[in-house]
């Protein structure tokens, strides 16, 4: 029998890779990793995807999860896990320090691939996996290929922005169920702006449905199937929404959120990256003013004023410092 034992060791096991992730969302995510094996022998036969590999955290976690729970049930067959990642940093982009620093500290520097332009990290994932039953596609998110089997768990990590969401939603959504569930890490984040405005967007129009928030991950649930054929129609409705309507919507509903986790700390995030995407689109300079004293005014958090400095040094928007951390097409 899978018990809540077997969560917390299976969060806690030797050899698991480094990664970003709150214990809380470790948690959730083995926890999902579960049900979507259930979901694929008790309902129909699907897979579990995470796009945004990095070294294998998560990844590890839903594998390792669906192996134990596969163990305990005495049963044969699994359940897919699939991952998808560039699994390089561009030398002039965003990422590359923060992955340099990561490196350093885990002492796998011999396994980094210098590139002209790149660093491969690669082989560091495949060290950290490799007694994971995972599959890793090495590719560009805007240009992967999904599954050809429906998807009942999708981990979403690397995009922070819509237009990097974009092709995941034209290409991955429409493998997606009723009753699917979908994790955006890095959700809460002050620099998710456009892509907090898209999901905010499906919510309002019935495909998602909001559950929970652990660190900065958002849990939703499929409520209503995508179809490639109305993709247009969904690209339309995000890029002409009223994002301050979306924010405010979205607000509203955090409020009933079935679960929360330490939403002081990372509920201010949200509404900077509100400020973020109201000044990306050109709001007023009223609007700016007033948006900053609210946060201010709710907030003591020290955290949030670092956030906002990082937000005004960066003129907020490293959308090209984004671009710069992915290979061409």
């Not at 005495?74 to 002039?92: C, H, L, M, P």
Request: aromatic content about 12%.
């Amino acid at each position: 029998m899978f018990e809540v034992k077997d969560v917390k060791e299976i969060v806690s096991l030797t050899g698991t890779p480094p990664g970003m992730l709150e214990v809380s969302e470790r948690i959730q995510l083995v926890t999902e990793a579960c049900v979507a094996y259930i979901k694929h022998q008790t309902v129909s036969k699907g897979c579990i995807v995470d796009l945004g590999v990095f070294f294998g955290l998560s990844t590890f976690l839903m594998a390792k999860a669906v192996e134990r729970y596969r163990n305990a049930a005495n049963q044969d067959e699994t359940i897919e896990v699939i991952g998808y990642d560039a699994f390089k940093a561009s030398k002039r982009g965003w990422f590359i320090n923060p992955l340099l620093d990561m490196v350093k500290n885990i002492d796998k520097a011999e396994l980094l691939v210098h590139e002209e332009e790149f660093v491969d990290f690669r082989k560091i994932t495949d060290f950290y996996l490799s007694g994971t039953q995972v599959s890793l596609h090495q590719t560009l998110l805007r240009s992967a290929t999904p599954p050809n089997q429906p998807i009942h768990l999708l981990h979403i990590d690397a995009p922070k922005s819509y237009e990097d969401f974009r092709p995941i939603l034209k290409n991955f959504f429409p493998c997606l169920m009723t009753d699917s569930v979908v994790i955006f890490q890095d959700f809460f984040y002050h620099w998710s702006g456009s892509l907090i405005n898209a999901v905010g967007v499906l919510v309002s129009l019935g495909y998602l449905r909001m559950e929970a928030q652990k660190g900065t991950s958002l849990k939703t649930r499929v409520m209503r199937e995508f179809n490639l054929a109305e993709f247009e129609y969904l690209d339309n409705q995000i890029r002409d929404s009223d994002f301050v309507v979306v924010f405010s919507t979205l607000r509203g509903n955090f409020g009933s959120l079935k679960s929360t986790d330490r939403s002081d700390t990372f509920f201010p995030r949200f509404e900077l990256a509100e400020l973020q995407l109201g000044y990306v689109r050109g709001a007023s300079p009223v609007w700016i003013s007033e948006k900053c004293e609210s946060i201010f005014g709710r907030s003591s958090k020290r955290t949030t004023i670092i956030d906002l400095k990082e937000l005004i040094s960066y003129h907020f928007d490293v959308s090209n410092l984004y671009k710069a951390d992915y290979p061409n097409d």
